[in-house]
């Protein structure tokens, strides 16, 4: 598991998760990535920044959505999204945890970003979490998805069958 920064004493009091490719691994074997992303609600957006600059981080540049790329003293990348989504309050409410203790968005919700972001690599990040995922823990994902993103429901049930597909596979010698 790489280390990542500690950012929940510099949080403290701000509702946050990370989300990206350090998130997965709450839900899947931890993939590479080489940035750290973490999801705001977007009225805190200010703030976290002006805390993470006492904390010793500066903006490096503007990201291509709401928010900023930070790098830590250590040289970190650090993407803070500043989020709006319809589901934002509820999935920062109730983080889920990762395999080192630290707050990630829960399954549904990262699901729902990544068929947003329509990349290949989110794309097989959320085959990959689904077939990892428990029947009850698919219906939350499925519940979820037809509520805020009902257009991606075919999509989702191949993305699960794909995944689910792969865990059967044997793995190549």
């Known amino acids: 598991m790489n280390p990542w920064p500690d950012l929940r004493p510099i949080l403290k009091g701000i509702k946050w998760a990370i989300v990206g490719g350090v998130a997965t691994r709450a839900y899947m074997p931890e993939r590479m ?10 009225n805190d957006g200010e703030m976290v920044i002006k805390q993470l600059e006492q904390a010793g981080y500066h903006k490096a540049s503007q990201l291509a959505v709401p928010g900023y790329l930070m790098i830590s003293p250590d040289g970190t990348e650090l993407d803070v999204l500043f989020g709006n989504y319809p589901w934002l309050k509820k999935a920062l ?18 699901t729902l970003m990544k068929l947003e972001a329509q990349r290949a690599q989110d794309w097989a ?27 991606d429901l075919e999509d989702l049930e191949s993305l699960i069958f794909i995944g689910k597909k792969e865990q059967q596979s044997p793995p190549n010698p």
């Open 125 to 151: 990040d959320v085959s990959r979490m689904l077939g990892w995922a428990s029947d009850a823990d698919l219906d939350k994902v499925r519940a979820a998805v037809k509520q805020y993103a009902p257009e």
């Open 93 to 110: 409410d109730k983080p889920s945890q990762d395999p080192a203790g630290y707050p990630v968005i829960g399954l549904p919700y990262i």
């Open 33 to 42: 990535t080489k940035d750290l992303d973490i999801v705001i609600h977007k």
